[in-house]
């Protein structure tokens, strides 16, 4: 009887000694499936793009149910800190915002993405608990950096196809867009600098250090002039969060990584106009090995430094410091004379150069310039110089320009005057014609009352690519893209003022900004996170956000000084930086909005999360929690699969509609609008399908169909221009002319700067009244066709309180025309 006990005893420990290891082995294979998560996002578009990120949360949720329910099983729970809460309390504040969203589909679909990220984030906290795993999330993330920045390089001269990727002369990389390209880059260049510094192998310093430089040699072409501003202070703060001994050492690897990119920097531009790939790719080959050898030597310099005394140390970087700010002088103060030429083989193409010089408004100016000018074959102009004055929205106007022909040696002078609202010039010098060029030696700027307060011009850098010159000459807050932002910001407000409290849900900019805006302008995006979550979840959901902001300082805070072993503060200081830098960056453009971005931001906050648990020895019993949070993720699982699904059924029905096959496209997009019933564009276009096959079989069933379809898409968008003018033509073309014009006005009402809007409500006005002056009914016909008149002052009355007047188009005035003779033939 003794024995039986004790063999059941033996077999519970037995059971109980195979838990932990079929747990670890669970962690492991969830922490691998998490690297990937965390991995491959940028390479699908940064997951801006329904097509990818649809998918990407779908499979994000399957692989969070199973681990949540494995973390039922072993009674762990996943919700336990004032962070989580935090991280939920925004998520929920999108979930409310969701029903007063303006666009409700929109708001669903950021609900999602807001879901995806905290799945990343909560997996993270649970399973990245230690250095080594934390050290591997890094690397991982460097690493997918290191690809983008490949990529990026490689399509500057097609050597990779990836659409996107360089446009303009600029590197989008797989981002599609610059400057989230840059924030990214930059964002783990720093971590990567951190991990140099935490390394104690000089082999991996050195491999480090190659993949540094490429990040580098990348985001220096994404030409981002905000992330070059935001990069040297970034940088100190790595600095002063590393710990004593390890705090020059970034800084260190940084000259590394300048000194091995000089030269592929120098010579890109040459090999991207050559269309030479193998030229691009020798020049980077020959940085990353001088990188290999640059850093491994540093981090010899580096076993010595960190050995010396704190003082000899400060005194041997305050040397660095002091050589590298010579450098930078030289760099940004050397000038050369500026060539612009054309070869005789060479065809005929503008080649300009533009310079910026700040001036003061209403007041006589002379540029002075010296200039050598050839044209042995008489061409229009050897070269030519145009001013153009902007303002402080940096609206160009020009003021000033000269072509001069003849062949010519000296000294030449322009004279101009700037304008009353005049905050810099910008002067433009070019060159068009096969054998013509003109080389400019000097160039000055003076009033002409007063010839001593000069300015130079600096004509062409020696040791700055162009293009990296021009956009350095052109920071300041009155450039273009600052001045938008800004009134974008402005125009936000306004939003915020008729949506204070909950905000008008996900996608309000969107939806909303046309009609608030100052001017015409297109972009769907705020270029202000903070805006941004202030325009979706209103105050409620700022509030929310600043409870998320300051846990999360809280929290970082508490992981830097709780942290044991110095050289473990490394790591804490590379994944401090890169938040901060996300966050800084995101606060003057819409890199969250690209989910890739977003993915990588919240699992460095999981990183945070994690440590901050371990030093609060956090014990929650709420399992239950777990329970809510496979039942909501089922939900999100089951959400954004159907709305994949819609969308691959909706793109068969836009090829079915190319090949004019109505009957397949009518069946596609009947299944996306039942897989994807918010979505207000799946239902225009189906309602537009059923319209033509009802007009074309005179099917009244299909025709009341298409205006269920259709009015239900404005009820969607109700502050879509597009869809309030489909709905308006498809009430005129059906005899229902009241609701017609006013879905058509609605369309100008909600969209004022438009040209395009006031010719189709005048058409509309038009083609009302001929129809009435066909049937007889002059007074109608009077009242509709006066209608298409008045436009003309409707639209001047718009024109006159935007900051940017745009034209009526020639078909409006046209439109208008007509009107008016057909009114006089009336009368």
Known sequence: MAQKPVAKKSKTKSKTGQMPKISGKLDIVFYIILLILVFYPPF???M????????????????????????????????????????????GAYVISTFFAVNVRASIGEVLRYCDYLFIYFMVSKLVKD???????????VLSSFFVAVIGLGSSVNLIHYNGSWVGGRINSTFQYPNTAASFLMAFFLVNLALISYTDNRYLKALYGAIAYTQFYAYVFTLSRGAWLMLPFLGLLLMALMPKGKRVEPFMYFIGVIIASALPIAKFNSAVASGDA????????????????????????????????AKIALAIASVLIVLVAIGGYIVFTTQVPLTLKHTA?????????????????????????????????????????VINSRNENDQSTKIAEVYEKGDFIGEKTLEFTTLKDTKSIAIVFMNNFKDTSATFTEAKVYPKNDPKDVQTVMLKYKY??????????????????????????????????????????????????????????????????????????????FIALLFLLVTLIRSMARVYRGYGEDKYKVLIAGVITAIVSLYAHAAMDFDFSLSAVSIALWALIGVINSLDREI????????????????????????????????????????????????????AYEKAVAYDPFNAQYRMTYGQILAALGDKWQDPVRLQKAMFEEEKAVKLEPFNSRLNAQLGAFYLAHGQID?????????????????????QLADAYNKVGMYYLNKGDKQKAKEYLQKAVDVEKMYEKVNARSLEPKPMTEATKQIIEESKKALQGIQ
């Open 464 to 541: 700055l690519p162009e293009d990296i010159a021009s956009r350095v000459q052109d920071i300041n807050l009155t450039s273009r893209s600052s001045s938008q932002r800004m009134q974008f910001y402005i125009d936000g407000l306004k939003i915020f003022k008729d949506y204070p409290i909950f905000g008008a849900g996900g996608g309000a900019w969107a939806a909303l900004y046309f009609k608030y805006q100052s001017y015409l302008y297109w972009t769907t995006q705020t270029h202000n996170y903070f805006m941004q979550v202030l325009l979706d979840t209103g105050i409620v959901g």
């Open 44 to 46: 699908f578009r940064g």
């Open 739 to 759: 609701l017609g014009l006013k879905y058509v006005e609605k369309a100008v009402e909600v969209q004022p700067f438009r040209p395009e809007n006031y010719q």
């Open 616 to 667: 609060l020895k956090v014990k929650s019993r709420k399992v239950y929690l777990n329970y809510a949070a496979v039942l909501v993720t089922f939900v999100v699982l089951y959400m954004s699969t159907s709305m994949s699904v819609a969308l691959g059924y909706a793109v068969k029905g836009d090829n079915f509609l190319k090949s004019q096959d109505l009957n397949s496209a009518e069946a």
């Open 48 to 91: 801006f793009f329904e097509k990818e990120m649809f998918p990407t949360i779908a499979i994000t949720s399957v692989v969070f149910i199973l681990w949540a329910v494995y973390k039922i099983a072993v009674k762990e729970p996943i919700i336990a800190t004032t962070l989580d809460y935090a991280a939920l309390s925004l998520v």
């Open 345 to 385: 083989d060479e065809p005929d193409g503008m080649k300009a150069v533009t310079r910026f010089v700040n001036v003061d408004p209403d007041r006589v100016y002379v540029l002075k310039y010296d200039v050598i000018a050839k044209n042995p074959e008489n061409k229009d102009w050897a070269y030519g110089i």
């Open 131 to 141: 250095n080594k795993k934390i050290f591997m999330l890094l690397n991982v993330l």
């Open 278 to 309: 193998m030229r691009l790719v020798k020049w980077y080959l020959i940085g990353f090995l001088s990188s290999l050898v640059i850093t491994y030597a540093i981090s010899f310099v580096m076993g010595f430094v960190n050995k010396i005394s």
